[in-house]
């Protein structure tokens, strides 16, 4: 050969951006390229960016695979670099070809460390003959990660390469996989839903802070929440009578039902009327005077939960409660998201009035910023700071070893930094 080593570019046109938008396919596709080529695989790196794209590297014993993607595009881009003779570069390409479904590809082969052009020099180290070595196969180890990101952040957490669970709804691509730190995460879209680890902060704050501040909450009326945790700490309350949960996507529930049983649980439980439909219809129709409590359990404002987000919705919401009913909901996170921020508090101000809207925070590690937000909205003016019996929710907290919400939670919850104030006063 003549040279160090061959080093082919690749660029793959055509191809079926689902395969190229799969992190596991390709993954395994570049892992299984190199095999094929005959080269020893010791590691592989790759990450998935939300929404598209993948990139990612195979380390073989003889250099390295890399690829980039762009599944708008139906294009990667992709160099296989093989040192000595042992390894043909080429049966890689052919075979990503085939596995990418490529329409077709375009490709040039570069000799690296032409011997005409090097001399050898003399490194003042140990030899590898003068040292007593056993001989041992290097172990493969996969880093695959899945990263959520915007123009600016970035969340990756590393999981181990297989999809749990994958299937597009006539809503959004529904997906659970299985990550190192935080156990199994829902995806909706390749945004973080919820994970096994940390789902409790978020469930317990949407759910007992308004549980333990309304007097007697029988009737309650929770929109979205497909995973099942805030259904899971409701029926915990022995004042409830029955609790109307209204999904507009089956397929989040069969996800949860599947593979996250700490979540699911309450799903088959009696107090339970499930029913897979539009929760923004459901309020159009729903008579004045119906519920103690509603919860409004929705994912961010895009896709099936954008129409959430508007002054018809909340006040139809108004409207479905009973005298002294509460309103709680996710409200973003006031570092990440200012802008749905302030304008969902200005509207619920509108609707409430300023003096029976508050903002409680809590702190969910797999939210972009950690920092996130709930508002806590009352007919009659309830204070859930002033109004509420600490001895009961010490009780209840004890009964139901909660994880994270306790009394000192409930009240701590609502003091605001300074900028999340002044936020809402713009």
């Known amino acids: 050969m003549n040279a160090l080593g061959r080093h082919v570019l690749v660029e793959l046109y055509d191809c079926d951006p689902q395969l190229l938008n799969d992190v ?16 020893t695989v010791i590691n592989s790196t790759f990450h998935h960016f939300s929404p598209i794209g993948v990139s990612g590297v195979v380390v073989i014993e003889e250099s390295h695979l890399a690829i980039h993607s762009w599944p708008e595009f139906g294009y990667a881009a992709i160099d296989v670099f093989t040192c000595g003779d042992s ?18 590809g375009s490709s040039m082969e570069l000799l690296r460390g032409q011997e005409k052009l090097l001399t050898r020099k003399d490194i003042e180290a140990i030899k590898r003959d003068q040292i007593e070595q056993k001989e041992s196969k290097p ?23 297989e999809t749990l669970f994958s299937k597009h709804s006539d809503f959004q691509k529904v997906e659970v996989i299985n990550t190192y730190a935080y156990g199994k995460m829902l995806t909706l879209d390749g945004l973080v839903m919820c994970t096994e680890n940390d789902e409790y902060v978020y469930h317990e704050m949407i759910t007992h802070v308004g549980m333990l501040s309304h007097p007697n909450p029988k ?27 209204v999904e507009i996507d089956d397929v989040v529930i069969e996800a949860s039902k599947q593979n996250l049983p700490s979540l699911s649980s ?24 119906t519920f103690d409590l509603i919860i409004i359990d929705n994912s961010d404002p895009v896709g099936p939960s954008e129409g959430i987000f508007t002054k018809d919705f909340y006040s139809n919401a108004y409207k479905a409660l009973t005298e002294n009913g509460i309103l709680v909901g ?27 809207v508050h903002c409680m925070l ?19 003016g309830i204070d859930p700071v002033k109004d509420i019996d600490e001895q009961k929710i010490k009780d209840f907290v004890a009964v139901n070893q909660l994880s994270y919400y306790n009394e000192a939670i409930h009240r701590a919850s609502f003091a605001l930094p300074n900028f999340a104030k002044a936020l809402l006063d713009e």
């Open 24 to 39: 596991n396919h390709v993954e395994k596709s570049m892992v299984a390229a190199a095999e094929e080529a005959g080269a």
């Open 87 to 104: 390894v043909d570069p080429w049966i890689s390409y052919k075979y990503l070809e085939e596995a990418l479904k490529a329409g077709h």
């Open 139 to 161: 172990t493969f180890k996969r880093n695959v990660w899945f990263t959520e990101r915007d123009e600016n952040v970035a969340f990756s957490l590393r999981y181990d390469g």
């Open 219 to 245: 009737q309650v009326l929770v929109i979205g929440g497909g995973d099942g945790g805030t259904v899971r700490e409701l029926v915990k309350h022995p004042s409830l009578e029955k609790v109307t949960m």
């Open 266 to 289: 309450a799903f088959d439980h009696e107090k339970l009327d499930l029913i897979v439909g539009d929760g923004i219809e459901y309020l159009a129709k729903c008579p004045a005077n």
């Open 330 to 356: 996710q409200s973003e996170s006031p570092r990440f998201n200012q802008k749905v921020y302030k304008e969902l508090y200005g509207m619920l101000r509108g609707i409430f009035s300023p003096n029976n």
């Open 362 to 380: 809590g702190y969910v590690p797999t939210y972009p910023s950690g920092m996130w937000s709930w508002s806590f909205c009352s007919k009659q």
